[in-house]
């Protein structure tokens, strides 16, 4: 049974930093991308960064260059450091597998409970 447990976030002011945990269960963490994914208030999820079972990765536009993704596959962990935030970073983030459906990742959909990033001065 895929298990996930997000952990780190809290209340942080414009400018600030952060780093998320992912802790994972129940696969083979290690054959997995894993993505990083947020929802804000009203708005639909996003996927803000993965990283492959080979260590490359990806961003959204919106946080290259502020965000970055990790992994230690004997940990069975990802992590996301967020540096920078700005108060738009404001969302509930979670943590998720990853297949390659054609050419797209796409979540395997075991979400875990999130948590959550508030930017606010």
């Known amino acids: 049974q895929v298990q996930l447990v997000e952990s780190g976030g809290g209340l942080v002011q414009p400018g600030g930093s952060l780093r998320l945990s992912c802790a994972a269960s129940g696969f083979i963490f290690s054959r997995y991308a894993m993505g990083w994914y947020r929802r804000g208030p009203g708005k639909q999820r996003e996927r803000v960064a993965l990283?492959?079972?080979?260590?490359?990765?990806n961003y959204a536009d919106s946080v290259k260059g502020r965000f970055t993704i990790s992994r230690d596959n004997a940990k069975n962990s990802t992590y996301l450091q967020m540096n920078s935030l700005k108060l738009e970073d404001t969302s509930v983030y979670y943590c998720n597998p990853l297949s390659l459906a054609n050419t797209a990742y796409v979540p395997l959909g075991h979400w875990g409970q999130g948590t959550q990033v508030t930017v606010s001065s």
């Open positions: 990283i492959t079972s080979g260590g490359g990765t």
